[in-house]
């Protein structure tokens, strides 16, 4: 009996059945999808969706989240900025920090401000506290170690981020 339970968790472990982790492919997937939800938010103008989107750290660090919807809206008034376009990549894979499941989303942006158009690349942290199945974004261009270390004390050391460099129009 104890050998057909062994053989038994062997199987289901070998099928993937027993597995705790995160569907890898599903949760990339979804991460993808919500990244570009916040995406057509973004250029729909749609800040409470975006304050909705994105990692609540981020959101209680500026305010709470009518407070970073009117500083989002000043802010787009202010410079005339308009997201023409912005495009994620698939994550190449997921990473454990403390709870969290965490992907980089490597990104291309095209903006619009006071009548000047401008092309920029940079990243978002994709974060799910469950397994990937919902995530919320950090945008790396607000990133340096010591914001990361406050919002993420958990991050994997020696993740390679993809390049950033702002638009021209900023």
């Known amino acids: 009996m104890v ?10 472990l070998i099928s993937g059945c027993a597995s705790s982790g995160p569907d890898h492919e599903g949760a990339l ?16 103008e749609d800040f409470d969706k975006v304050a909705g989107l994105t990692y609540p750290k981020v959101v209680e660090m500026a305010g709470g989240k009518q407070e970073m919807v009117s500083a989002q809206r000043a802010a787009v008034a202010k410079a005339k900025l308009k997201v023409l376009a912005i495009k994620f990549e698939m994550p190449e894979k997921l990473m454990v920090s403390g ?10 942006m095209e903006m619009q401000a006071n009548a000047r158009k401008g092309a920029g690349v940079s990243f ?3 974060v799910s506290a469950d397994q990937g199945k919902t995530w919320s974004f950090i945008d790396g261009a607000i990133l340096d170690p ?7 004390p958990h991050f994997p050391a020696g993740v390679k981020f993809p390049p950033r460099k702002l638009p021209d129009v900023l």
């Open 3 to 12: 050998f057909s339970m062994r053989l038994l968790v062997v199987l289901l």
């Open 29 to 44: 997937r979804r991460c993808k999808e919500q990244a570009d939800e916040y995406g057509t938010a973004l250029m729909a």
């Open 124 to 126: 978002f942290i994709g």
């Open 146 to 152: 010591e914001m990361l270390k406050k919002l993420l």
């Open 99 to 108: 709870t969290d499941v965490l992907a980089v989303l490597p990104l291309t």
